[in-house]
């Protein structure tokens, strides 16, 4: 399913600790297209009912230490084993991050800001250094909606929890996360401190990139924003969730659904402007800070490119979605309007030929940020 000119990665997080028994709960596959200049990020839940080769039918989650249990070092091996065996996928590279160096990662970028679309309310340790054992030391924590700054403690809460939500969602903030980081490294210095910091993280992540991997592939980074990165979920109805006969909950594949999927998201079919790069201007016409922030990364999942803009004033009631494009196809207003949970009537036909964007929205106090963005992948 994978074609020769695709580099794909697996992502994995792991509570491992010394001595302890640990599963690999974060497991995400990214598809990397140099000549199309995109990347499609696939969360694979961990409950994932699969045949695990030399072993037999287990959670996904489990493969990584049932190889590493055979021999150390073989956990990736299997686990890439098992996800080509299952999904067609193959897996080019892997690295691994315990629960410390991802803190470490988003805490040596500065902190990540991270777009919360929709509020997200769960139990959270009051602080980090308390025992997580008394439950007297957890209260319920809110976040969003807004462009909400994280450090690397609550970046992993926001990541890893999910006591009043599931994997699904769980899956959905991840990618958030793996989203926000990637973009934080972009407006820093990161680039030219690769060395560096492979040096700092070599003790904390297990990959078996090499340095040289790694700053061969930077260069592509500098071309690809948020609106080049495709997120899809395996979720239901790609997969059902059941109790098997020893009482433990899994995930069964729906295998023509899940293949569909794959398919689909696999493919180096070309950006989704086809004619040209549309760019889309957003603006806060509101007091709600943050919120032009939500609305562009909205738009990046479905494929378009944005940019931020001031607005003139901040006491718009009503949102609106200005097209200064001179064709002004219906079509394509209305697939906008759909992303952005917008009225027809929100519609102002402005042609501005000598404009360099295509689409100005102006955000009102009617605008609602939150959206599912599985359901808005091109």
Known sequence: MTDQETVTFLLLGSDKRPGASYRTDTIVVAALRPKTGQ??????????????????????NAAYQHGELQAKGNGSQVL?????????????????????????????LGGIDVPVYCPYTDWRLISPELDPLNENNWALYTVGPGLVHMDG??????????????????????QEVLRAIYARAL??????????????????????????????LAPLSLHLNNADIRSYYIRPPLIAGMINEKG????????????AMLQKALSSSPPLQEESKLLVEVRNGTLYEGWDALAAERLNYA????????????????????????????????????????????????????????????????YQPCFKPENLSP
């Open 187 to 216: 407006s820093t210095d990161t680039i030219a401190r690769i060395p560096q910091l492979y040096a700092d993280f070599s003790s904390t992540i297990v990959t078996d990139l090499s340095l040289g991997d790694i700053l061969s």
């Open 80 to 108: 890439k084993d098992t996800i080509l065996y299952n999904l067609g996928i193959r897996i080019d590279h892997t690295a691994m991050v315990e629960f410390d160096g991802f803190r470490r990662i988003v805490d040596t």
């Open 153 to 174: 403690d609550l970046a992993l809460w926001y990541a890893r929890s999910r006591l009043k939500s599931n994997d699904y969602d769980r899956g959905r903030r991840q």
């Open 248 to 259: 433990t909950y899994i995930q069964i594949i729906n295998r023509d659904a899940l293949q």
């Open 39 to 60: 990347v499609t990020l696939i969360s694979i839940p961990r409950d994932l009912w699969v045949y695990i080769p030399g072993w037999g039918m287990n959670k996904i």
């Open 303 to 366: 494929g378009y490119d944005t940019r931020l803009a001031e607005s003139e004033q901040r006491d718009f009631t009503t949102t609106l979605l200005y097209d200064l494009t001179v064709m002004q196809d219906p079509s394509r207003a209305a697939s906008l309007l759909a992303i952005l949970g917008l009225p027809q009537s929100a519609l102002v036909s402005f042609p501005q030929p000598e404009s360099e964007v295509s689409y100005v929205i102006i955000l009102g106090t009617n």
